[in-house]
């Protein structure tokens, strides 16, 4: 053929080459100046408002996800498959399941959607909590089904007891946000589980484990992966956008045995993005990100959560990047106020109208909200 | 207060100005050794196998596109709020509708899915053709509802007349992939809009354009557009992942007015992903790497529709970024003996269990191809 190749080898080689020279001189200019995970969220300098309303991490995410997005960047042209595979190996080693356990997803929001899907039905309901994370049970409501919400008890904690009596025979699933957002708390790992196997026939739980690395004694004593692992009839979700710092890549999974893999799959609507996969499967390689993301958020909450108690302001006790508060206000009326100074904090979560939401940022962040809080309670009297 | 900050103004800045040295060096290095368009894809090198069997854009992805996503690497770990916005404002002032008749969506497959459970109720059917792409009757049929398959006719297009009359007092959708999914061929633009206006009240035209750029004549001859803003029910569908060259970042969009959208938006799952969503904005803004893909893709596709003309082949009037023709081989049988070469081509796709899908790849890759046809071809008696 007499037809003269677009690319040459050497042309080929290049862009691999120069994506690498990237890469290293990333990883030269870290952690002086660089992608040092303490300083990756700059987007606001310090002239913007403090955002502690969407539990994002201020704290970044890992330097070797961002290397291995800048080595993926030449072939985002190429859809994920193999880097998805990946994914899916790196998770099953992580969770000590078979990979046929995992299906990773944009965020772990679509596995909760996919549940609500599969599960929903005119006359079938979902036992939750209140206040609770609501995206599951709005989508169980849309497809037809109905919710019955169970009041925390007096330290806002989930009341397993209360949650068992509201499930009736028409009950196909409890979905539980350990900790619960918005309030932090945790249950206790072993009357989870004892709840969890005691469950009616053709119940199935749904936790959502979203925040559990930040809880006092962390995956480890609070997962209920281990009954996964025995073929409870349990899904887990999980994500990559809160200890992990990577909520705008989209990644996340829920691990569950194959045949509610099965059911839930015919509502799937493709995996991760190709930088998300490789991104999420660098951070799982990385714990030293990890370590530093968990007691950053440790401290730092600790640093709230004891100042709080020096001003006698009451809380939940918090195992997620948030704490919840008694601020007494009016929460859209509380919202307004910080916004005034600069500070965004979370939103209503009904019925808990005079409380709100912070989300664990920075020290001088928190710093911040700590001081303008002050004001702003003092000013209504509060304090 | 006394608790020393995390981040001083200093550091903040500091990670910014990297990421601008980062932008700017890729931008210096370009086009002699870097990032040039057509070295983009180099993940197999000359050793791995062509890959054409899954419509991947081989001449990469717009320059712009990946500075913009180098400079938005510092902040992935807040959510894509803002970059969705600006990405819905890009995608309004390109099809010139309101910024509310735009669904952005993780590629374009969501929107097929998300009308599909829409409308899908037992009862219901959508037309559609065959062969053609499946992705959202299958999901039509897991739904409870039917589907009804009209044959193209002899050139392998649309045959309007047929469709309209397969229509029925349950039909519910229309679904056309246009350039047709494998066939390649376009519908006349005239004959299509006179079509969808004469329509049956309740049924909906879903028009899957992921091709139609590279079209003869682009969109500007041949997208149903227009109807889309005349207020016609019509849902079109459009990815970055073709013509734009960006598989892996899952970045599609469907457009619809607001009524259609609000009914599809009960199975939303999420949109892109931040890093999607800036890249996306900017390949909008990138007409260089638009041409210059289109005018790749319509060169190396004549270079391979001569070659084939001159051996005799049949195949289908190509206007999307693949080639279908007839080898006489059954597919299966086909895909083996060329993957045995080190090419792998496309799926089989019922009923034309003796033709081929072939991606265009680039001059090389195609040049590669024919050779390695013509010998499998011989080796089987059809040449």
């Known amino acids: 053929m007499s037809i003269k190749p677009l690319l040459s080898g050497m042309e080929q080689r290049s862009s691999r080459l120069v994506a690498s020279l990237f890469a290293a001189a990333a990883l030269s200019l870290a952690p002086q100046v660089a992608f040092s995970q303490h300083e990756v969220d700059t987007d606001e300098g310090s ?15 890992s330097q070797m996800a961002m290397m291995a997005i800048m080595q993926e960047l030449p072939d985002i042209n190429r859809y994920a498959f193999e880097e998805t595979m990946e994914l899916i190996d790196a998770i099953a080693m992580r969770e000590m399941v078979p990979g046929d356990y995992i299906m990773p997803t944009a965020g772990s929001g679509p596995v909760l959607v996919m549940a609500a899907m599969a599960y929903a039905a005119p006359g079938k309901n979902v036992v939750s909590v209140e206040p609770g994370y609501t995206q599951l049970i709005r989508t169980f409501e849309k497809f037809g089904g109905e919710t019955k919400l169970v009041a925390l008890n007096d330290e806002l904690e989930y009341d397993l007891e209360a949650v068992k009596a509201a499930i009736d025979e028409n009950t196909v699933m409890v ?31 749904f936790v959502d484990e979203a925040y559990l690395e930040l809880s006092e004694g962390g995956l480890e004593a609070n997962s209920m992966i281990s009954l996964v692992r025995e073929g409870e ?38 995996g991760p993005n190709k ?63 910080m916004e005034a100074e600069n500070v965004l904090v979370g939103r209503p979560f009904p019925p808990m109208f005079d409380w709100c939401r912070v989300s664990i940022g920075t020290e001088e962040e928190m710093t911040t909200f700590l001081s303008v809080f002050e004001e702003v309670m003092k000013g209504q009297g509060k304090l």
């Not at 002239?47 to 995410?61: R, S, T």
């Open 175 to 205: 979905y539980l946000c350990n900790p619960n957002n918005p309030t932090g708390t945790i249950v206790d790992p072993d009357e989870l589980k004892a709840f969890i196997r005691d469950l009616p026939d053709g119940v199935v739980a």
């Open 233 to 270: 009839d349990v899904i887990l979700a999980r994500t990559f956008s809160k200890v992990y710092g990577m909520a705008g890549l989209r990644v996340g999974y829920g691990v569950m045995k194959p045949e509610f893999k099965k059911k839930l799959s015919d509502f799937h609507m493709g």
């Open 47 to 61: 002239q913007g408002p403090v955002k502690i309303n969407g539990n994002e991490n201020a704290f970044g995410y």
């Open 275 to 337: 930088l998300g996969c490789v991104a999420a499967t660098a951070s799982l390689q990385d714990p030293a990100f990890f370590e530093m993301s968990v007691s950053s958020y440790k401290s730092v909450r600790k640093m709230v959560t004891d100042r709080l108690d020096e001003l006698g302001i009451e809380y939940a006790t918090p195992h997620g990047s948030f704490v919840f508060m008694k601020t007494g206000v009016p929460i859209k009326e509380f919202q307004a106020l």
